[in-house]
């Protein structure tokens, strides 16, 4: 079998119930695993560790399985203690990559707990565990909602990787331009680790549009009139976000980007049906 030339990567989320996450486990990763056989499977944690135990028990139950999978992992308020101990965990289950972010802070601490910035996090886990993970940390093509600047979130970026990650995810983004820019504004302060583009397929688009809303990425007002045209004819408006994000996904890998990283949001057919389409 030919060596696929970019790296594909799935996000999952901690499900809340058990019938999730037994959904999540028995149907959506074997499904996934059997079409995409991407590199890993990502878990992510929840602001202020609130996921901390779902988190590790949906990657202990993937990774016994033998597919390769990597926590999202951020200081939220624990202690290095606490932090240390999770990465001793994972290590000895066999984890080889860690996402680390700062995290979004917790609503309802009124901004008292002091975050960690990832970059902190990155120095923290290269202290504590050596090279024996490999970390991925956040970027973001259309910039970060509280960032001061352009350039100095791209600084910080930078400060990520001069602590010691190993490459970065992007958050999704429906612009392809303002991924190209950054990936040469990457390049031009120095940064030579590979940014991998982080796509969102649109199949809910309501969901989508509020998220967008508060995470920096915007969707395009073309995009916007166009789903609105549609009002409730779900099944126009499910083409036509497929038919967008195809062509986003063909253009990012038809160029020279190292690759894509489904957020799935635990669902097996948008990401499949895009997959498939891409005759990867
Ligand atoms: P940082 O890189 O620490 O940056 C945060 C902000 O602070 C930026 O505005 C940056 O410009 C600024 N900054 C950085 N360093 C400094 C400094 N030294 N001084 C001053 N300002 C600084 N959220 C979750 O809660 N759970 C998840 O599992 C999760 N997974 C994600 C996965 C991916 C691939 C992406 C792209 C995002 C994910 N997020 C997740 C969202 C992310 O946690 C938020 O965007 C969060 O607000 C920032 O996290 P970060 O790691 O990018 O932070």
Redesign the pocket.
Known sequence: MDERKQRISC?F?PPKTEAGKTSLLTDVTPALQDTLSPEFF?V????GGSTRDTTLGVVSAIRETGINVAP?L?FGGDDENTVGELLDIYKEKGVKRI???????PSGTGGKSR?V?????VEFIRKHSGEHFHL?????PEI?????SYD??LQ??K??FDAGANSA???FFYNVESYFYFLDQCASVGIEKPIYA?IMPLHNFANIRRFAGN?GAEIPRWICQKMDSFRDDEESQRQFGFDVVLQLCQTILESDAPGI?FYTMNQVEPTRELFTHLGL
């Open positions: 996000e989320f990502s992510t944690y929840g602001a999202h951020s996402v680390a972010l700062r995290g979004d802070i975050s910035y990832a970059s902190e996090l991925e940390v956040a970027a973001y970060h909602p509280e960032a001061k100095s979130d910080f970026l400060n990520k995810i992007t958050q982080g995470t990283h």
